[in-house]
C-alpha cells in the first residue's frame, strides 16, 4: 500500500488548458464521517462484503437477474475498467473482458464467453447491486447546474455536481438512466409495490442543456438499489490529502491500488494499460485520446506528480475549435470541470491523465490531445502511479 505523492512543481499545462493546485471538493466534504469502521474513511454506502468469500446476504434480493451487470462490476472491482455500469456489453465493457482475459491467461476475444464467465464465477458471491440508503449528511450540498458559457464558469466557487442524482450516479459508476431502472416507481426493485420506470424528463442530470434546476428523481434518505461497486475501501493515513481522500469516497474508490511500473495507452484501442514491475497486466480503463487537431504524442514519457482537484485555465488560443477573441478564464475545480477531478502530469509538455464531466463519452469522442478517462477510473489510476512510472503512447 503506498501514499499517492503530489508533484511540487505543476506547470501551466497549454494543450489540455489545465494550470493549477490542489483544491478540496465541497461535495466531497460530506463523505468524512461515513462508516462506523475505525479501519475504513468510505462512506456508509460503500461495499461491506464478506471476505470469507460467502455469498453476502440481501434483506431486498433483486427481481432482476442481471449477468452483464455482474460481470461489470467484477471487472470494476478488479481493476478492469467497464466505464459506465449499465448492464450492457458495450466497447468498454469489451475491453475490460480483454484486459481481464489478457491478465488471466485466457484468449483474449472481448467477450463473455464461457471459458471467461468460468474464471469470474470465483466471484459469483458477489451481486450485481446492492440496497444503499442516500445519506442525510448529502441535504448539506448544494448543487446549482453548470453553465455551457466559461465566462460564466468562471465566476463559481465549483463546478460541482448539477443535482444529487448525478453525485449518486457518479458515486456508483454509472447513469441516472440506469438508477431509474433499478428502481422503478422510486423504489428497489424487488421491492412490495415498484412500479414503471420514472419519465426521464423529470430528472435534471438527463438533460441540463437548460442550466435551470429541475426537480431530482432521488432524495436523501431514500432507500435505492445501485450497482454492487467495491474494492472502495480507505485506510486512515493512507491518503496524505485529506480532501483528496474525501473525493475517494465520494467516487467509491478505494486507497488500496496496485503499483504501476508503467502504464501503456493505445490510440487504435482507446485503452490505458496498467502494468506492475512482474510485467503483468494489473489494470486497463478504456479511454479518450487525441484528435486529427491535437494528435495523441506517441512516444516514451514518464509522470511527473499529480494534482487532485484542480482548477482549469481556460485559454481559447490554445483550441482549435474555440474563437481566439474569447477571453482567458480561470475555471474553478469540481468533477464537472473540465479535467474532472484529477490531472496526472507528464513530462511531455503541456500533457496528461485526467478525468471528465461526462463519463458517458469515453471512448466516444475525441480530446485536445490528453488522455481522459471518467473521474472514477482516472482516481485509480492516480493511485497507481508515482513520480518516474513510464508511459508509452502507441498508435
Request: glycine letters at 10%; a negative charge.
Amino acid at each position: 500500500m503506498r501514499k499517492v505523492i503530489m508533484s511540487a512543481s505543476l506547470l501551466a499545462l497549454a494543450a489540455c488548458g489545465f494550470n493549477g493546485t490542489d483544491s478540496n471538493s465541497q461535495e466531497a466534504e460530506v463523505e468524512t464521517a461515513a462508516t462506523n469502521d475505525t479501519d475504513n474513511l468510505a462512506d456508509e454506502m460503500a461495499s461491506r462484503d464478506d471476505a470469507s468469500g460467502k455469498e453476502t446476504s440481501d434483506d431486498m434480493p433483486d427481481s432482476t437477474q442481471r449477468p452483464v451487470m455482474q460481470a461489470q462490476v467484477v471487472l470494476d472491482r478488479q481493476g478492469f475498467g467497464p466505464g459506465v455500469i449499465d448492464g450492457k456489453m458495450g466497447m468498454s465493457t469489451k475491453n475490460a473482458l480483454s484486459g481481464f482475459q489478457e491478465a488471466s491467461g485466457l484468449e483474449v476475444t472481448g467477450e463473455l464467453d464461457e471459458v471467461t464467465k468460468q474464471k469470474l464465477a470465483q466471484w459469483d458471491n458477489i451481486s450485481a447491486t446492492r440496497v444503499v440508503t442516500i445519506p442525510d449528511s448529502w441535504s448539506s450540498v448544494s448543487f446549482t447546474p453548470v453553465p455551457d458559457n466559461p465566462a460564466k464558469q468562471a465566476e463559481m466557487d465549483r463546478l460541482g455536481y448539477n443535482s444529487l442524482d448525478e453525485k449518486l450516479a457518479e458515486r456508483f459508476h454509472t447513469t441516472v438512466e440506469v438508477l431509474k431502472s433499478l428502481n422503478p416507481g422510486g423504489k428497489p426493485a424487488g421491492a412490495a409495490n415498484a412500479g414503471p420506470s420514472p419519465e426521464t424528463s423529470s430528472s435534471q442530470s438527463a438533460d441540463t442543456s437548460s442550466n435551470a434546476p429541475t426537480k431530482a428523481v432521488f432524495s436523501v434518505g431514500q432507500q435505492i438499489r445501485v450497482p454492487n461497486i467495491g474494492a472502495d475501501r480507505i485506510v486512515p493515513g493512507a491518503i496524505e490529502n485529506e480532501g483528496w481522500s474525501k473525493t475517494l469516497a465520494s467516487l467509491g474508490v478505494g486507497s488500496e491500488q496496485p503499483e504501476a511500473k508503467r502504464i501503456v495507452v493505445s490510440k487504435s484501442e482507446g485503452t490505458l494499460k496498467v502494468y506492475d514491475a512482474q510485467e503483468k497486466l494489473i489494470g486497463l480503463f478504456t479511454v479518450t485520446t487525441g484528435s486529427e487537431n491535437d494528435p495523441l504524442p506517441l512516444g516514451d514519457w514518464k509522470v511527473k506528480g499529480v494534482a487532485y482537484n484542480p482548477p482549469f485555465a481556460y485559454d481559447p488560443e490554445l483550441f482549435w475549435d474555440v474563437p481566439d477573441d474569447n477571453a482567458k478564464q480561470q475555471l474553478p475545480p469540481g468533477p464537472n470541470g473540465p479535467v474532472g477531478v484529477v490531472w496526472i502530469d507528464l513530462s511531455k509538455e503541456h500533457y496528461g491523465i485526467h478525468g471528465t464531466p461526462e463519463p458517458q463519452t469515453i471512448g466516444r469522442t475525441q480530446s485536445h490531445g490528453c488522455v481522459r478517462l471518467t473521474n472514477w477510473d482516472a482516481a485509480r489510476v492516480a493511485g497507481m502511479v508515482s513520480p518516474g512510472t513510464t508511459v508509452l503512447f502507441e498508435a
